[in-house]
């Protein structure tokens, strides 16, 4: 029976010994790992815990002021975490007395020394405590919480596994605090990087987007911008990862809006989806822009211009500036999620950096004139000796050119489009309204004076024809009864009958004129409703007028089409622009009749000459050329082969002589002085 329970007692050793190496295996490669310090403390103590078959355990590490800190419990019992409580205060002060003796102990249950800033173990369990040590510097305490039955000898190798374990957690803390270290070096060196970069150049626009390249870039965030303030509105002068920007766009006034909005407080704002807690100006602002960027998350920080060395000596100075706001830094996460007290440090850093460098881009292009002294100051290689000659030559012939525009006399002519036309010629119009029903003619047909060019038909014209001479078929009737009563009954009628009758017939007669009239009348319209050539001539309409005319009605002052003499004499129709007709009314006043020269689409290699004869005194509308004023140009007719109505024509009035110059240049000095000048 007893060399049964001694196999059974050591097959389960065996067993536990095995867990043991398996847990211990396990915190190895846990403490070789790289993950964060709440994963590892929570599966190092955890398996040290289940290791030991322990009640519970605790992490503490030191934060700032040698302030311990719990890191990680199991099982820790409420009194030790109320912090108030005077078994908690024993406990710390047991905590501190191993820091500061830097060894491992076993403290027994309900135990404490004489000393009592020696502390003691207010637990009924038994304290299992050993330091945690990293490069030789105490960083923490592991402790166990284990039952209090167990042999010394048991007990003893409990603390000696613990500090095994402990160097292993120490292990770990190194392999953090190298990389931390080398996380920094690598930010030292990002920020070095990006100093550089954005105070290389004294141009705020460039130092706007080097600050939101590069500022992104350190940040790790997805977007970061840069608001410059104007007056009392911000503007948006640089967006990471965008070479230009439309300042009309929806995104860029909505960015814009919120700027002027969060720097109107002074405050920073950080948004992370919730609006709750903002004033209202801004949460409309935030919520607009939000709709168009869908971001995650937004920091808006004011930039405010930094203190000089003598502010700074003395800020609580009565005259001492706190700092004048001059723009606003947008850093988003769209995609990205990073925590706050990751960005935040980053944020600081690319913050002091960029309003030292913005502040220093505002002041130098804020001085007075300085875009001329910036090209004067690129410009300075032209006067160095090597390039004088050449820069003396090059501004002798300038010189020379700039006295050849200016004294040099040449003739002005105005360009204008126009179009050749028949001096005699008229439009036909409708007298009537009505519906097309014939077409009698054309294009280039020859008419005379009289000829039905179009024939409409009026049914209403017609229908009230028809009534108006049944009226007065009827109204006749009327007048002859009345006058044959009179006449055949003639002195036996009572007095008051021969009134009546001579009443009728009176009222009949009256309206029988006025029907004659009307029918006249409605004659005249329903023949004018024959649309007649005014002049004899030639037709000028479009080849598919008569196609488009037909079945068609047509209202009265309409053009149909127009008739022209082509054997009469011809002219010119030029459309002047109005900013060019001042010049063609002032060289009238000194000769009325002004000299053309003109040149017609179907022979541009020919120059041809003619006179203006009139100009409107009216400004019209003309479809190509916008705003003009119409002019008329005599020209001989024998100067002319085969000439067509309409063709088009180039021309260009004579209008005195002027400098080379400004026969050259005229218009762009017209704007100058209407847009800039005025």
């Known amino acids: 029976m007893s060399s049964e329970q001694s196999s059974v007692n050591s097959e389960t050793i065996e067993q536990t010994k095995q867990q043991i190496r398996s ?52 099982n820790l019992s409420q009194a030790l975490l109320d912090s108030s409580s005077d078994d908690s205060s024993r406990h710390l002060r047991l905590l501190n007395h191993i820091i500061n003796t830097d060894q491992g102990q076993l403290v027994p249950p309900m135990s404490g020394a004489g000393d009592e800033e020696a502390g003691g173990n ?61 996380d920094k070096t690598s930010l030292w060196a990002q920020a070095d990087h990006f100093s550089r970069l954005i105070h290389e150049s004294l141009d705020l626009r460039e130092t706007a987007y080097s600050v939101a390249n590069e500022g992104r870039r350190l940040i790790g965030c997805d977007r970061v911008s840069v608001a410059v303030k104007k007056g009392r ?12 920007l439309e300042n009309r766009s929806n995104i860029v006034a909505a960015l814009g809006h919120l700027s002027t909005k969060v720097v109107a407080t002074g405050e920073p704002l950080w948004y992370e989806g919730s609006t709750e807690d903002l004033p209202p100006q801004i949460e409309h602002a935030i919520e607009d822009y939000v709709e168009e960027s869908y971001a995650k998350s937004i920091s808006v920080l004011p930039v405010r211009r930094p203190q000089t060395s003598d502010e700074t000596a003395n800020p609580h100075s009565e005259h001492t500036p706190q700092g004048e706001v001059i723009g606003a830094l947008i850093i988003e996460q769209i995609e990205s999620e990073l925590p706050r007290n990751i960005v935040a440090p980053r944020l600081d850093l690319v913050y002091e950096h960029s309003a030292r460098a913005l502040a220093n881009s505002m002041d130098h292009s804020n001085l007075f004139m300085m875009p001329v002294w910036r090209a004067l100051g690129k410009a300075a290689w032209v006067v160095r000796a090597r390039t004088l000659p050449k820069t003396l030559a090059i501004s002798g012939l300038i010189l020379v050119a700039a006295l050849l525009l200016t004294f040099v006399q040449k003739d002005f002519y105005l360009k204008a489009k126009g179009s050749l036309q028949p001096s005699v010629k008229q439009d036909v119009f409708v007298g009537e309204p009505g519906t097309v029903i014939a077409v009698n003619f054309k294009d280039q047909d020859p008419v005379k004076e009289g000829d039905v060019l179009v024939e409409l038909r009026n049914t209403d014209l017609e229908v009230r024809l028809e009534d108006v001479r049944g009226q007065r078929q009827a109204t006749q009737q009327q007048l002859f009864s009345a006058r044959d009563s009179q006449t055949r009954q003639g002195l036996n009628l009572p007095e008051d009958e021969r009134i009546r009758l001579a009443g009728q017939v009176k009222e009949f007669s009256k309206r029988l004129e006025s029907l004659d009239l009307q029918e006249k009348l409605l004659e005249t319209k329903l023949d004018s409703l ?46 002047m622009k109005e900013t060019r007709s001042g010049h063609v009314d002032n060289a009238r006043r000194e000769t009325p009749e002004l000299p053309v020269k003109y040149v017609l689409a179907t022979k541009p290699g020919t120059e041809l000459d003619g006179t203006v004869a009139e100009v409107e005194e009216i400004t019209q509308m003309h479809d190509e050329e916008g705003h003009t004023v119409r002019i008329r140009a005599d020209i001989t007719k024998t100067d002319l082969v085969d000439p067509r109505p309409g063709t088009t024509v180039r021309g260009k009035i004579k209008c005195g002589g002027r400098a080379i110059g400004y026969t050259w240049f005229h218009e762009a000095w017209e704007w100058v002085q209407a847009n800039i000048l005025f």
């Open 23 to 74: 847990l211990v295996s396990e915190i190895s490669q846990l403490s070789k790992s790289d993950i964060g310090p709440e994963e590892y403390y929570a599966s190092f103590l955890q398996r040290v815990v289940s290791a030991l078959a322990a009640v519970g355990g605790a992490v503490w590490l030191l934060a700032e002021g040698r302030r311990l800190q719990l890191a990680y419990q199991i």
């Open 122 to 182: 207010p637990t009924t369990s038994l304290l299992v405590l050993s330091p945690l040590n990293s490069d030789g510097k105490v960083e923490g305490i592991i402790e166990v919480f284990q039952r209090a039955d167990s042999p010394p000898a048991t007990q003893r190798g409990y603390l000696r596994f613990l500090d095994q374990m402990s160097e292993l957690a120490g292990e770990w803390l190194k392999t953090q605090k190298l990389r931390q270290f080398s």
């Open 233 to 244: 509105k911000c503007y948006v002068e640089a967006v990471s990862g965008q070479d230009t």
């Open 530 to 575: 024959k649309i007649r050539a005014p002049i004899s001539g030639q037709i000028m309409l479009s080849w598919d007028v008569e196609e488009s005319l037909l079945n068609r009605t047509v209202e009265t002052g309409q053009v149909l089409m127009t008739v022209a003499d082509p054997a009469g004499p011809w002219e010119l129709e030029l459309y």
